[in-house]
């Protein structure tokens, strides 16, 4: 398994309850442009259209050594999963809060796969009582290791 790219973004602003892999119908400029890493993940989500999951918003550069046959960078792409699992997401995601967002794009074997997770969004409050919590952590490591070398 090759990791392409990741979405550090998600962590920060939803809980995921759930991760899943779904395959993605791509173009052959796309699996090109992906194979050298061009790829940003930060704005992106999932929505379903017409009982099918697509992949919106996920910047895909243009491959370099391209045509006229390139393709659009921010198009919708296809996600390709089993309906009952479609089925349960249309489900979750009738209900108010959750969101279903990229976490990773990957190459397993030699399909593109994109990890997805079923998140709720954290609150302002939420956000700013883990950058408190991350930053006391912090201070507590930084004086353990002051004392720890005062007594060497």
Known sequence: MKIIAVNKEAEKLYNIEEKFEAGIALTGTEVKSLREGNVSLKDGYAKIKNNELYLCNVHISEYKNGSLT???????????????????????????????????????????????????????????????????????????????????
């Open 70 to 152: 390139n393709h659009n960078p921010k198009r919708e792409r296809k996600l390709l999963l089993h309906k009952s699992e479609i089925k349960r997401l249309i489900g979750k995601q009738q209900q108010r809060g959750w969101t279903i967002v990229p976490l990773k794009i990957y190459f397993k074997d030699k399909w593109a796969k994109v990890e997805l997770g079923l998140g709720k969004g954290k609150t302002k409050v939420d956000i700013r009582e883990k950058l408190k919590k991350d930053e006391h952590r912090i201070a507590i490591e930084r004086a353990y290791k002051k004392s720890k070398l005062k007594n060497l």
